[in-house]
């Protein structure tokens, strides 16, 4: 905990000082103001974040629902009669008929040619990743090629590879922008063996620090033998994933981190020729077309059917294909605008803050600029002789002027690992009695470093008060003591 007169926060916001605040970040920022319809669509679909004088900030956590989504799937499902899908009675066909409609939507959304590409509908981005792990043909001499950046649902498929003995490689990210090293990586895209089977896993942009990698690197690994998994979950919110130019042979989404609701519906995107490749580790009632249990044997139904385990989520389906025409109907091209401008000055501001010996109040985790990244700003804070404040305490007391942080290692180890200077020699002894070690015994092996940093993630609605009152915040802890 923190030392001093208060745990409090003394934040105080004054509209004249905004106001000159906000003139100052539109000259350097003029883009923002052709993002002004994002501000009116605030305050009439999004009105309850300030009526309840919230400031959000946790846009790779979740986006937020528009009224209007919510308004429009009730009435979809209090004028239909809805039954579970895949069977011949009207019930049953109607509801067939908004699941495949969504379907096709989803392709279109993202430009990907149906002959292309397939959708296969997930309960989340974890979900649509573990069909890749799991069915993906590895086996000796195969390889998985990783970024130390990646999420830990990108990062357990090195389990099924593993077990399989296939070899797994981490590609590093190298300080301070905590972007993947170009040689290492090189070097090991060109190791992939003909004829094997070789994926290479790496996100679109970092939940971590924002960092953006680029998506050149699908047709470089390809023309050299791999196939291809892109994470967009963090990336797909506020940047053109168009896939008509760009053709990774498999892409996860959480559809809530789009645009908030529903959860439970995520998807795959796989390209059919990669799909082929795939092979399914069991089967379940939804993927085939005939079973038999004194014959011992079934058939799998060919395509996007055979990796949809039971029923889908079928009744939220449809809320997909209304979150996606909304965001259309604002655009993706606005949002990202907006994104990158209030990135920018956030950044620009956190990096500014010092205490008053000069040293800086902030130490941030990815890029310093905005470009090749998106809307995560990940930051410690720091007293005036370098100690660190926990993020966790940090959030709480954001908690209590309102503003939602997140405070953790966000599922993504190796990014933290990089950046927070923890070694291989420091963790090892964490994981020589795994059984036994409980999160207390790991604080203790780690002695006086922390175990995450504090994110604030900008999205669809942020307005430039939100980031403001952040930094607002983030000044309270200017000359203070931490503990
Ligand atoms: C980059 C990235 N990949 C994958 C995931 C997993 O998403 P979900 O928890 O919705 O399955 C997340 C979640 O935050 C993420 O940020």
Not at 36 to 45: C, G, P
Not at 206 to 228: C, R, Y
Not at 235 to 254: E, K, Q
Not at 447 to 473: E, H, M, P
Request: aromatic content about 12%.
């Amino acid at each position: 905990m923190f030392t001093g007169t208060s745990t409090q926060t003394d934040l105080q916001v004054r509209p004249d000082q905004m106001g000159l605040a906000f003139q100052a970040f539109r000259r350097t920022y003029p883009a923002f103001d052709s993002t002004q319809k994002l501000d009116e669509l605030r305050l009439a679909e999004y009105s309850r974040l300030d009526q309840q004088e919230h400031v959000y900030l946790d846009y790779t956590g979740g986006a937020l629902y528009a009224e209007s989504q919510l308004r429009e799937h009730l009435a979809l499902l209090n004028d239909g009669i809805f039954g579970n899908p895949h069977s011949k009675n009207l019930t049953s066909m109607a509801m067939t008929h908004l699941v495949e409609q969504t379907r096709e939507y989803i392709l279109r959304y993202f430009n990907a040619s149906p002959d292309e590409y397939t959708v296969i509908f997930t309960p989340n981005a974890t979900g649509a990743l573990k069909l890749v792990g799991e069915s993906y043909p590895f086996g000796p001499g195969d390889q998985y090629l990783l970024t130390f950046d990646n999420h830990n649902s990108v990062n357990g498929i090195r389990e099924f590879a593993r077990g399989k003995g296939a070899r797994v490689t981490y590609v590093p990210v190298l300080l301070p922008d905590l972007r993947a090293d170009p040689d290492f990586l090189a070097q090991s895209l060109a190791t992939a063996r003909p004829g094997r089977n070789n994926l290479f896993a790496y996100p679109a942009q970092s939940n971590f620090t924002g960092v953006q990698h680029p998506l050149e690197w699908i047709a470089e690994a390809q023309s050299k033998g791999w196939d291809v998994l892109l994470d967009a979950a963090a990336f797909a919110p506020s940047n053109r994933l168009d896939l008509s130019r760009w053709h990774p042979d498999f892409v996860d989404i959480s559809f809530y981190k789009i645009f908030g609701y529903p959860t439970g519906t995520g998807c795959l995107l796989a390209r059919k020729t990669a799909l082929q490749k795939l092979k399914r580790p069991w089967y379940s009632g939804g993927t085939l077309t005939f079973s038999s249990v004194v014959a011992f044997d079934h058939y799998l139904t060919p395509g996007s059917a055979s990796f949809e385990d039971g029923t889908v989520n079928y009744l939220s389906i449809p809320a997909v294909e209304i979150g996606l025409r909304w965001i259309e109907s604002i655009g993706i091209d606005m949002i990202h605008t907006r994104v990158m401008c209030l990135t920018g000055w956030l950044i620009d501001q956190l990096l500014a803050l010092r205490h008053s010996n000069g040293r800086p109040l902030i130490r941030l985790y990815g890029p310093a600029n905005i470009q090749a990244r998106g809307g995560t700003v990940q930051v410690n804070f720091f007293d005036p002789d370098g100690r660190l404040f926990d993020c966790n305490d940090v959030e709480r007391l954001a908690n209590e002027e309102r503003i939602s942080l997140r405070a953790g290692c966000h599922c993504n180890p190796g990014a933290r690992e990089v950046a927070l200077g923890f070694t291989e020699e420091t963790l090892a002894p964490c994981f020589r009695a795994k059984d036994r070690l409980t999160f207390e015994q790991f604080l203790h092996v780690i002695d006086g470093k922390t175990t995450g940093a504090l994110r604030a993630s900008i999205g669809l609605v942020t307005s430039f008060a939100d980031v403001y009152k952040y930094v607002q915040f983030a000044r309270t802890f200017i000359d203070r003591n931490a503990g």
